[in-house]
Nanobody, 123 residues
Framework: VQLQAFGGGLVQAGGSLRLSCAGS????????MGWFRQAPGKEREFLAA????????SYDDSVKGRSTISRDNAKNMAYLQMNSLNPEDTAVYYC?????????????????WGQGTQVTVSS
């Protein structure tokens, strides 16, 4: 397994959560990282992405302004800090990697996917 997302759990509406993604050195050496989620009965959706240097980020409107993507290449880790959570944020969250951040925004044919972590937001 090249990527593993963790840090999900049960949180009350209005709360915060930081998701983490651990990966191989090979991926973090030069790959952009992204976060996605899939709610029951819905398609997987793009949330955020960050270049391998960490000098550029991209967010979907659904999380823009209340989420922050970051990475620590020395630790082979990526993060998604989410604030002001609401029940509509309930989903399985995944991290992914690709050399091209544009591919991450499209969310298809990505080089690596992590196993998901469940986030449940109670009202």
């Amino acid at each position: 397994v090249q990527l593993q997302a963790f840090g999900g759990g049960l949180v009350q509406a209005g709360g915060s959560l930081r998701l983490s993604c651990a990966g191989s050195e090979r991926l973090f050496r030069s790959y952009a990282m992204g976060w996605f989620r899939q709610a029951p009965g819905k398609e997987r959706e793009f949330l955020a992405a960050i270049t391998w240097r960490g000098d550029s980020t991209s967010y979907d409107d659904s999380v823009k302004g209340r989420s922050t993507i970051s990475r620590d290449n020395a630790k082979n880790m990526a993060y998604l800090q989410m604030n002001s959570l609401n029940p509509e944020d309930t989903a399985v969250y995944y991290c992914a990697a690709d050399p091209d951040i544009r591919a991450l925004r499209r969310g298809i044919h990505l080089r690596a996917w992590g196993q998901g972590t469940q986030v449940t937001v109670s009202s």
